[in-house]
């Protein structure tokens, strides 16, 4: 009796909890290649400047926050954690907004149960945490939609509950929020039904006016500036899968999985013929005989950055810069890369470009997950005649003065 008590007193937060949990492994297990996709995609710098530069443009603050999240998504453990994170507290807010709603008010006297104490309604307040959580697995929506969504409903939560005041509240959020989080603040005038039209011109009003002030179209105001992704940056999943299956040298597990069924992108099948080549079962020769470097393999993001990788795993450091240029000129939404300016430090070094070197390196100190990376290389770009004493760079610098110097078109 006391288990049926407890169960019956807490069971909203068991169902939470047990949401969160089936959400975080739901993301590591089956999206872990996502998760560092998000991450490759940015660069999130720890400075005013950057912070100031989001900050100028409509739904800059839940860009900023979302990016700082991001940085963190090259561990898969931790990207899925913080999604969990975000959804459940996504749900907690949205809960609390459903019991403010006048019909969710306590009932009176006739001794009928309050609605806000229905489990119906309960579990209907996972109906969007639900969606976004779908919407976390398309690679074409970033992350900061989801904190916008988060950053409005915890504004609501804390909204006057007297109806003037609320009405002067709400009015007030409207174009301010609007400025730090973009369209996702039309949930205020969604939860206010008493003013949603008014509310509504109220917003419109807003995006219009605020286009005098941005840099950005009309249209792409309306519908959030970091809230969607050009699909034509086709990027494929298939490709993330391989990728950071190359990046962790699990070579055995990419030629199993294209025995089982043949990668469609170029870009995956030459990680193929570089993970046989490394397991012994090709030649060097035939490698380069079936690589295919044209210009086709590298038509979108992930693309590019896999051949940067090939490239650099054969000693091919012309070729590996060029990749990751074309992988950060390829971002959706013209975000740097921490990952591509890595790279580009990296065969900086290694081609003796390093005053060129430095300047990334002077970029990469500004963000936490690169901060000691960068400084573990700062050395040998100040330092150039240290570099016969790093192993790696060493061969590295061997392989670019011995082999043809050729790009490709």
């Known amino acids: 009796m006391k288990i049926l008590a407890f169960i019956k007193e807490h069971w909203k937060v068991m169902v939470l909890a047990a ?6 492994f739901f993301l590591y297990f089956l999206y872990p ?45 931790w990207g899925a954690l913080i999604y969990a994170m975000l959804l459940t507290l996504t749900q907690w807010l949205t809960w609390k907004a459903i019991r403010r709603l006048p019909a969710s008010a306590p009932s009176d006297k006739s001794g009928k149960a309050a609605p806000s104490s229905k489990p119906w309604l309960f579990l209907l307040s996972f109906v969007p945490v639900i969606i ?42 409207i174009p301010i929020g609007y400025w730090l989080v973009g369209p996702a603040i039309l949930l205020v005038a969604l939860c206010n039904w008493r003013w949603a039209v008014p509310q509504w011109v109220l ?25 969607y992704w050009n699909e034509d940056y086709k990027s494929t999943l298939e490709e993330m899968k391989y990728d950071r299956w190359m990046r962790m040298g699990k070579w055995a597990r990419i030629v ?53 990788e090939v490239f650099f795993h054969l000693g091919m450091t012309n070729m590996s810069q060029r990749a990751a240029f074309e992988a950060m000129e390829a971002i959706p939404n013209y975000n740097k890369s921490g990952r591509a300016l890595k790279r580009l430090t990296e065969t900086a070094i290694i081609t003796g470009q390093y005053e060129v ?52 078109f």
């Not at 949401?19 to 975080?24: L, N, Q, T, W």
């Not at 929506?141 to 915890?154: C, H, N, Q, R």
């Not at 917003?203 to 970091?226: E, H, K, M, N, T």
Request: hydrophobic residues 45%.
């Open 256 to 308: 199993d999985a294209a025995n089982k069924e043949t990668p469609e992108a170029l870009s995956s099948r030459n990680v193929v013929q570089l993970a046989q080549k490394n397991l012994n079962r090709i030649s060097s020769e035939e490698l380069m005989r079936t690589l295919d470097p044209s210009k086709q393999v590298m038509n979108n993001m992930s693309g590019a950055f896999i051949m940067s």
């Open 132 to 173: 976004l959580c779908w919407l976390a697995t398309n690679p074409y929506i970033p992350t900061t939609p989801l904190v916008a969504v988060v950053l409005v409903l915890a504004a609501m939560a804390v909204a006057p509950k007297g109806k003037k005041t609320q009405l002067a509240y709400t009015t007030l959020l």
């Open 357 to 408: 070197a430095l300047k990334y390196i002077a970029i990469l100190e500004e963000a936490i997950t690169y901060r000691k990376w960068a400084k573990t290389v700062k050395p040998l770009a100040e330092h150039p005649e240290t570099i016969p004493q790093n192993a790696f760079y060493q061969k590295m610098q061997k392989l670019y003065e011995d082999q043809e110097d050729f790009f490709f």
């Open 33 to 77: 290649h996502l998760m560092a996709w998000r991450e490759e995609s940015q660069l999130f710098l720890c400075n005013k400047e950057y912070l100031l530069e989001r900050l100028a443009v409509p739904g800059g603050l839940a860009q900023y926050m979302a990016e700082a999240l991001v940085q963190f998504f090259a561990n898969a453990k």
């Open 203 to 227: 917003l419109a009003a807003c995006v219009v006016g605020f286009s005098y002030l941005a840099p950005f179209p009309l249209r792409q105001q309306a519908r959030g500036i970091d809230y």
């Open 19 to 24: 949401f969160a949990i089936a959400v975080f």
